[in-house]
């Protein structure tokens, strides 16, 4: 790292990491340090947050995935010029839209995400077995430790015969069934250890693909989805609410359209991965400027 122009440190923690052997005068590299979900969330939870001072010190610049860890950042002592939100994104190019009604058509839900607490897939079943419609599917396309919890639930409430748990599958199935889809559901909440999200990137690819999404007030979501404008939210484990938004979705798939169009449109405008990456170059070419000899 010594001969290191720029140094980039995903998570807080590996930032910690090179700014202590920056504080030793062993290296002289601009830090910059990405923030993504879980290096925020847990140190919130626990309020041990300030422990990325020495990062603030020594780095030249924090980037955090949303505003939501900005703010979080700042309010432990992280110099507010020094911190600036970088989202990830995906490239839309490489991700087809395609609109789908249900007007004629058994209702499609889809999730793709690891079966951890914080993806809140108890909730989208228990949403789900609220509704009035009975004429739909749910994929639940990964795996993790909550799988067989989330069977036994799906059973509980009667839905095991619409809901099918596919496991981790390959990419080109992947799209594919997002393509077969019609709401992508990730009802993400604050898991009790403090994980929590930064603004899921499955989010973004089902709205660049032309799904009606629904997820929640939660970390930088918010930031990504505008209620009933680019797709729809409900509070953290609000399982009525959550319910109502489905069921709205569920019979009003003409109004559903100009939202995913608008989606699409968010995605392209404000999560493109090309022109986010063009500006983090942009940004690390500026600072490698600022290197200087030990």
Not at 139 to 147: H, P, T
Request: hydrophobic letters at 45%; glycine letters at 8%.
């Amino acid at each position: 790292m010594q001969k290191a122009d720029v140094i980039v440190a995903h998570f807080g923690t590996n930032g910690l990491r090179v700014a202590r052997v920056i504080k030793r005068g062993r290296i002289s590299a601009p830090l910059v340090t990405i923030f993504h979900g879980n290096d925020v969330g847990g140190p919130m939870h626990d309020k041990t947050l300030a422990r990325y001072r020495t990062v603030f010190e020594k780095g030249v610049l924090q980037l955090p995935v949303n505003a939501f860890f900005r703010d979080a950042l700042i309010d432990v002592g992280a110099s507010p010029a020094k911190v600036v939100v970088h989202h990830m994104g995906v490239r839309p190019g490489e991700i087809e839209y395609r609109w789908r009604s249900w007007e004629q058509d058994a209702l499609s839900f889809i999730s793709v995400c690891r079966l951890t607490e914080k993806k809140g897939i108890e909730y989208a079943l228990r949403a789900l077995a609220a509704l009035p419609r009975r004429d739909w599917t749910y994929s639940v396309i990964g795996g993790g430790e909550l799988l067989e919890e989330l069977k036994r639930l799906a059973a509980d409430l009667g839905i095991a015969d619409r809901v099918t748990f596919l496991g981790p599958r390959p990419h080109a199935e992947v799209k594919q069934r997002l393509r077969d889809a019609h709401v992508f559901v990730l009802p993400s909440v604050g898991a009790r250890d403090g994980d929590v999200e930064g603004i899921p990137v499955a989010l973004m690819e089902a709205m660049a693909a032309g799904l009606t999404v629904v997820s929640t007030y939660h970390s930088g979501i918010p930031e990504l989805i505008e209620d009933q404008k680019t797709g729809f939210l409900a509070p953290e484990r609000d399982v009525a609410a959550l319910a109502g938004k489905l069921t709205w979705i569920a019979e009003n798939p003409k109004l559903c359209e100009p939202i995913a169009h608008a989606a699409r449109k968010k995605i392209e405008a404000d999560f493109n991965a090309e022109v986010l990456n063009e500006r983090f170059a942009q940004i690390a070419s500026q600072l490698g400027e600022m290197r200087s000899p030990i």
